[in-house]
């Protein structure tokens, strides 16, 4: 849901935690970002270190660890993506873009990331008690 009042932007979440920090995530976190004047963002492409299941007709939004390997960063896909799964979000860096009714890709492919799914980490900046802080501290 959004809507304005005014000069005010207005969005409503989820009540489950998950999906609303998702949806703050992938929504919610860009729009900010353009109304601050923030350049876009890039999308990202790493590979899965493990599978990823096959997908339903929504777009899915995994839950993955960002993995150090000897031919580069992966990402582990977070196996308990259920929405109620807080755990999942704590341990995740990042969330992979799974399309509508994608078939589940295998390890070494090539995937569309979400690198920051922190919602309140727009850019550093000095706070008004002069401490380097980020929006939202």
Known sequence: MFGTRGKALIFGLHGNPV?????????????????????????????PAG???????RRHFM??????????????????TDSGHTSSLS?????????ELDPGAHAG???????????????PRKSRWGRQGYCGT
């Open 19 to 47: 999906s609303a920090m998702v949806t703050a995530t992938v929504f919610i976190k860009p729009a900010l970002r353009k109304w601050l004047g923030y350049a876009e963002q890039p999308s990202w492409r790493l590979p």
């Open 51 to 57: 599978p990823t299941p096959p997908n339903s007709a």
């Open 63 to 80: 839950r993955a660890q960002l993995v150090h390997t000897p031919t580069g960063p992966e990402l582990m896909p977070i196996s308990q």
């Open 91 to 99: 341990n995740a860096d990042m969330l992979i873009i799974q399309p």
């Open 109 to 123: 492919s090539d995937c569309r990331i979400h690198p920051d799914r922190r919602l309140l980490t727009v850019e």
